[in-house]
Nanobody
């Protein structure tokens, strides 16, 4: 079992940057493929980014490609989401997720077994 705790959210203006962190505890972090998802008010949860167990493979939603970067530090048991050029439409609760049994879990949320409680990102115009 792995426990995930997100941090780094906050209120920023459009164009600003934030870095989200997700600290994992429990089982060996490097055995999990990781992902970030988000849920905006009144909308369904959507995929943001994913990273393989080694960190060598990544993928992004089209809406964040070129602005967001996912990375991980297996020695620190942490996955990051660097968010640049933030837009009001990026406002959402951001969730970190861990997938067992995958080298790379991709965009399907059903691939992920463990979820954090989320961190709120609000981008004002």
């Amino acid at each position: 079992q792995v426990q995930l705790v997100e941090s780094g959210g906050g209120l920023v203006q459009a164009g600003a940057s934030l870095r989200l962190s997700c600290a994992a505890s429990g089982r060996t972090f490097s055995s999990y493929a990781m992902g970030w998802f988000r849920q905006a008010p009144g909308k369904e949860r959507e995929f943001v980014a994913a990273i393989s167990r080694s960190g060598h493979s990544t993928s992004y939603a089209d809406s964040v490609k070129g602005r967001f970067t996912i990375s991980r530090d297996n020695a620190e048991n942490t996955v990051y989401l660097q968010m640049n050029s933030l837009k009001p439409e990026d406002t959402a609760i951001y969730y970190c997720a861990a997938a067992e049994g995958f080298y790379f879990a991709g965009s399907r949320d059903s691939n992920y077994d463990h979820w954090g409680k989320g961190t709120l990102v609000t981008v004002s115009s």
